[in-house]
């Protein structure tokens, strides 16, 4: 088994000494950041992510394999700000105002990462402002708004309103998720997807910005 298959693997068993231990070797065999993450990561990620669809893994192992996926990144991300970055494309996720909850927020971030979008995570208890400037500022695709408390989600259609308000509605997809979520709330809102899930969220990501799922 070669060090990308380690890579592989160690993201599918959430093994953190081990992606950090491969991620190493391969970087001093001269193998790309870009490549690691592709051919490594990627594969990884999208394996945990299909048996999480079908229930033959579950929230534990899909938080540990994210854990070991940032593991590696952490290693990769300085290096890859000297690289030419291919994106899927370019996501803004928080935690809307009010709330302090972040366990589902970053497995969303984490699995969208290792999916293969460049994820600018702005946070818990995030006011609708900030949304704003981050998706004008880092030409966001979509937003990711996460929520577990009932009384944080009308934060979630200011945001959709703001966005109308600054003229950046017809240029950024939003996503919303969270317990209390549910698509009937996602519609009221004129929000553009929801998921239940966070690798139904790489999914209807992917989706709603035009990508095969392959």
């Known amino acids: 088994m070669d060090d990308l298959e380690l890579v592989t693997k160690a993201i599918i068993e959430g093994d953190e000494e081990t992606i950090v231990?491969?991620?190493k070797t391969l970087l001093d065999q001269k193998v790309s950041p870009a490549?690691?993450?592709?051919?490594?990561?990627i594969p990884g990620m999208n394996y945990v992510g299909e048996k999480f669809e079908v229930q033959e893994?579950?929230?534990p192992e899909m938080l540990l394999a994210a854990r070991a996926m940032h593991a590696g990144l952490n290693i990769l991300r300085p290096l890859l700000k000297n690289e030419d970055k291919k994106t899927l494309g370019r996501v803004v996720i928080g935690t809307v105002r009010g709330d302090l909850h972040d366990i589902g927020k970053n497995l969303v971030a984490w699995s969208l990462e290792g999916a293969g979008f460049e994820v600018f995570d702005l946070g818990i208890d995030v006011p609708v402002?900030?949304?704003?400037?981050?998706i004008r500022e880092k030409n966001a695709d979509i937003v990711c708004l996460s929520g577990l408390l009932t009384v944080a989600l009308p934060h979630m259609p200011k945001v959709i309103k703001s966005l109308n308000e600054a003229g950046l509605r017809d240029k950024v997809k939003v996503l919303v998720g969270g317990a209390p979520v549910t698509q009937q709330f996602a519609d009221e809102i004129g929000a553009d997807g929801y998921s239940p899930t966070s690798w139904g969220a790489v999914l209807k990501t992917k989706e709603l910005l035009g990508i095969n799922k392959d």
């Open 57 to 59: 893994m579950f929230i």
């Open 35 to 41: 490549e690691i993450i592709g051919k490594g990561m």
């Open 21 to 23: 231990k491969s991620t």
């Open 129 to 134: 402002e900030n949304f704003i400037k981050a």
